[in-house]
């Protein structure tokens, strides 16, 4: 199993609409996570930490479910410049693993 | 600050040639790390250091060396060039020893093509 799993999409999302999609991994000891963010051929930054209790950042929401697994980002009110990459990240054994990341296509 | 910065930007080898994929910050961070990203991989750890003077293995080590001498810079070595390294090649730096934890700043990467 890999350590860090996401459905590559693409999803196709129209202009204003909210698009979730989530991430699981399989290290139970997991001690961080992260949604990165990669324009295409651009190196990834962050787009924002994952906190226990779930967080928010504008139109960005993340939420950790530890008992099964799996982080989620939703994007609200979706805007062109959303479209990118976004990657899924966990820390554990003292080095981050990658999720090959959801592609997201805001659609005019 | 410049953050991050790799060269070159673009490299065609030719299969058994050898080089240094050049990476260096000026945010004084402790850890840094070099990644491959292959098209449906994902990016994959190659090499990170958590300080001057100390390297590790990552997932994918097998073809590549490193050497950290200062905070400042940590290249990346292909000893033989094969075309399994065609790839895009990213460093990134972070704070502290352990750094994984902290945000991870990434150069903009080497594309590099070995024929």
């Known amino acids: 199993r890999k350590e860090v799993e996401q459905d590559p999409g693409p999803f196709n999302v129209p202009e204003g609409a909210t698009v979730a999609f989530n991430c699981t991994y399989s290290n139970s000891a997991s001690q961080s996570f992260f949604w990165y963010r990669q324009d295409c051929r651009k190196e990834p930054k962050l787009l924002m930490s994952?906190?226990?209790s779930g967080n928010e950042d504008g139109r960005f929401t993340a939420q950790l479910n530890r008992a099964s697994q799996y982080i989620s980002l939703l994007i609200r009110d979706s805007k062109l410049s959303d479209s990118a990459t976004y990657l899924c990240?966990?820390?554990?054994?003292?080095?981050?693993?990658f999720g090959k990341g959801n592609q997201v296509v805001v659609i005019p | 600050n410049a953050g991050v910065t790799q060269t070159p930007k673009f490299q065609v080898l030719k299969t058994g040639q050898s080089m240094t994929l050049q990476c260096a910050q000026d945010?004084?961070?402790?850890?840094m790390s070099w990644y491959r990203q292959d098209p449906g991989m994902g990016l994959r750890l190659i090499h990170y250091s958590v300080g001057a003077g100390i390297t590790d293995q990552g997932e994918v080590p097998n073809g590549y060396n490193v050497s950290r001498s200062t905070t400042e810079d940590f290249p990346l070595r292909l000893l033989s060039a094969a075309p399994s390294q065609t790839s895009v090649y990213f460093c990134?730096?972070?704070?502290?020893?352990?750094?994984?934890?902290?945000?991870?700043?990434f150069g903009p990467g080497t594309r590099l093509t070995v024929l």
């Open positions: 945010m004084n961070h402790e850890y």
């Open positions: 994952v906190y226990s």
């Open positions: 990134a730096s972070g704070r502290g020893a352990s750094g994984s934890t902290d945000t991870q700043y």
């Open positions: 990240v966990v820390r554990g054994n003292n080095r981050l693993a």
